[in-house]
């Protein structure tokens, strides 16, 4: 399966091919919640629009631009929490959170230093580095399992995700995230890429435009990360502006109609059968307009 974008909690990269296909074809897309970019991603090499508008209330479309240039392509930074936490760059904050949501620091703290060491490991530039990045993580990991039982080593190797960071050593999302944006390097058709960074009712709508707008679901973690996102506010722009505008959420925002769906695994864990259905939304008063698509499932 292609991966679009940049890793980011709540990214459309799994279903962003049936996102493009949905979308009716126009001069422009304008993406006016781009997230991590994957369906601006998906529509740059699908060659469906001349141009597109890709707005996010974060830098993440800098970031985005950045890494197809290829400013990340020996990016070697692992950071710690304290480093995490003092701010750093915008990429530090992508690959050290938990789930991408670039707040919160992906390691438990008890388990922090085998990370790190790991990571170094992996991603440290010369072969002397990862010798002593070797030795940390053979130190850290028997300071860490001093005193412990079997259970408690077997808990270390299999358990993730639990109190807010990685408890296990499974696997090192970081360097999956890092070879994400290095797999951005050389996208082509970034002439035809706007990027913004702003308010979605500041974006200027070129006539006739293509509309998407991914915002944060409602009653999801991934409206965390935007802190409180105004849903009345988004309804009523809605309902005031004079053109369609193909919304993607789970429940319908008011006003608005079903035009398409497809089910989709939520959970990170790859034999996952917890799926949701995802839909597209357009105001009613535009629904007669909308070339409606064939539903499908993608499965």
């Known amino acids: 399966m292609a991966r679009y974008g940049l890793p980011w909690q709540g990214s459309k990269s799994r279903i962003?091919?049936?996102?493009?296909?949905?979308?009716?074809?126009?001069?422009?897309?304008?993406?006016?919640?781009?997230?991590?970019?994957a369906i601006t991603h998906c529509a740059l090499l699908s060659g469906k629009w001349e141009h597109i508008i890709a707005n996010d209330m974060t830098d993440s479309m800098k970031v985005f631009a950045d890494a197809a240039r290829g400013e990340f392509s020996g990016y070697v930074t692992v950071?710690?929490?304290?480093?995490?936490?003092?701010?750093?760059?915008?990429?530090?904050r992508l690959l050290y959170s938990f789930g991408n949501n670039r707040?919160?620091?992906a390691f438990g703290a008890d388990i922090e230093p085998i990370k790190v060491a790991a990571s170094?490991?992996?991603?440290?530039p010369s072969m002397h580095e990862r010798r002593?990045?070797?030795?940390?993580?053979?130190?850290?990991?028997?300071?860490?399992?001093?005193?412990?039982?079997?259970?408690?080593?077997?808990?270390l190797l299999t358990k993730e995700h639990e109190g807010g960071g990685n408890?296990?050593?499974?696997?090192?999302?970081?360097?999956?995230?890092?070879?994400?944006?290095?797999?951005?390097?050389?996208?082509?058709?970034?002439?035809?890429?706007?990027?913004?960074?702003?308010?979605y009712r500041l974006v200027d709508i070129p006539e006739g435009a293509t509309v998407y707008a991914?915002?944060?679901y409602r009653g999801t973690a991934s409206s965390s990360q935007y802190g409180e996102f105004d849903f009345n506010a988004f309804d009523m722009w809605l309902g005031g502006v004079d053109f369609p505008v193909f919304v993607s959420e789970f429940d319908a925002p008011a006003g608005c109609v079903e035009i398409a769906s497809?089910?989709?695994?939520?959970?990170?864990?790859?034999?996952?059968?917890d799926k949701r259905t995802e839909r597209i939304f357009v105001q009613e008063r535009f629904y007669g307009q909308c070339k409606i698509p064939t539903l499908f499932d993608m499965g």
């Open 16 to 37: 962003a091919e049936w996102v493009i296909d949905v979308l009716p074809p126009s001069h422009t897309l304008v993406d006016l919640f781009a997230g991590g970019g």
């Open 79 to 92: 950071a710690t929490r304290e480093e995490f936490m003092q701010g750093g760059d915008t990429a530090l």
């Open 103 to 105: 707040t919160s620091y």
């Open 120 to 124: 170094r490991m992996v991603s440290a």
């Open 132 to 155: 002593l990045a070797y030795k940390e993580f053979c130190d850290a990991l028997s300071a860490y399992l001093a005193g412990k039982t079997r259970e408690d080593a077997a808990h």
């Open 167 to 199: 408890t296990g050593l499974g696997h090192l999302s970081n360097i999956t995230g890092l070879e994400r944006l290095q797999g951005l390097q050389g996208l082509q058709g970034l002439e035809r890429l706007q990027g913004m960074q702003g308010d």
């Open 214 to 216: 991914d915002p944060p």
């Open 262 to 273: 497809t089910e989709r695994v939520t959970s990170m864990a790859a034999n996952s059968t």
